[in-house]
């Protein structure tokens, strides 16, 4: 027997406590950061799309957080983070990120994906 939606929303934490939650939101401070330094080619176009993509994607953790099948919302979530890793990447070999930033994002990148996929494996 499933349990009532107050049941529910009592042992429902708020998606600012989630730890994924907060390592996306540090991810996008990062970004909003370094975007600054692009030149103008590429920060209205690659650099939007980041942080449109990381604001979408925290949106999607929130939307997992609210649902009783969360499935589907964090499969979305770890497409999100793979595009948002793909762009980092094109940005550092068209020289727009120095190594040692790329480092650094990537290390806040990595532990996004890393917190979405323990959790979508823990609903399994």
């Not at 099948?69 to 497409?79: F, G, H, I, Y």
Request: aromatic share 10%; glycine share 2%; hydrophobic share 40%.
């Amino acid at each position: 027997m499933g349990r009532s939606p107050i049941e529910f929303f009592l042992k429902m934490k708020l998606h600012s406590d989630l730890p994924v939650y907060k390592s996306c939101y540090d991810l996008l401070l990062e970004i909003f950061l370094f975007t600054k330094e692009f030149t103008r080619e590429y920060k209205y176009t690659v650099g939007e799309s980041l942080k449109k993509e990381t604001i979408d994607l925290l949106t999607l953790i929130f939307r997992a957080n609210s649902r009783s099948d969360k499935n589907a919302v964090l499969q979305q979530a770890r497409e999100s983070i793979e595009v948002i890793r793909l762009l980092i990447r094109l940005m550092k070999d068209l020289k727009q990120i120095n190594l040692k930033r790329f480092v650094t994002i990537n290390q806040k990148v990595e532990a996004v994906s890393k917190q979405l996929t323990g959790w979508q494996k823990s609903q399994k």
